[in-house]
């Protein structure tokens, strides 16, 4: 059974940072690529960032780029969202998920496993 738990969520103050990690179970880690979505209230699912099983490439949504940093660390099952500069528009609740055929795709229905989620709260 494959599981995906993200933690490290959390209220903080804008201009500060989090880092999120998302631990993986159930399935071959290393060869699955990796990627981050987000959810506001009363909005769609929205692309984050992405990594590639073999961490050659990653992706960011514009929103984020040069603030928002994917790493993960095969040995540890884990993939890594390192979010800087946070400002009030970042709060939503974050999902990682993993395919092994893309990491490149934005739509969420291209991703096959998912997490439950964790909070995120950026207060002003």
């Known amino acids: 059974q494959v599981q995906l738990v993200e933690a490290g969520g959390g209220l903080v103050q804008a201009g500060g940072s989090l880092r999120l990690s998302c631990a993986a179970s159930?399935?071959?880690?290393?060869?699955?690529?990796k990627v981050w979505f987000r959810q506001a209230p009363g909005k769609e699912r929205e692309f984050v960032g992405s990594?590639?099983?073999?961490?050659?490439?990653?992706l960011y949504a514009a929103s984020v780029k040069g603030r928002f940093t994917i790493s993960r660390d095969n040995a540890k099952n884990t993939v890594y969202l390192q979010m800087n500069s946070l400002k009030p528009e970042d709060t939503a609740v974050y999902y990682c998920?993993?395919?092994?055929?893309?990491?490149?795709?934005?739509?969420?229905?291209?991703?096959?496993?998912w997490g439950q989620g964790t909070q995120v709260t950026v207060s002003s």
């Open positions: 159930g399935l071959t880690f290393s060869t699955y690529n």
């Open positions: 998920a993993a395919s092994a055929n893309t990491y490149s795709r934005t739509s969420p229905s291209a991703y096959d496993y």
């Open positions: 990594i590639s099983w073999s961490s050659s490439s990653t």
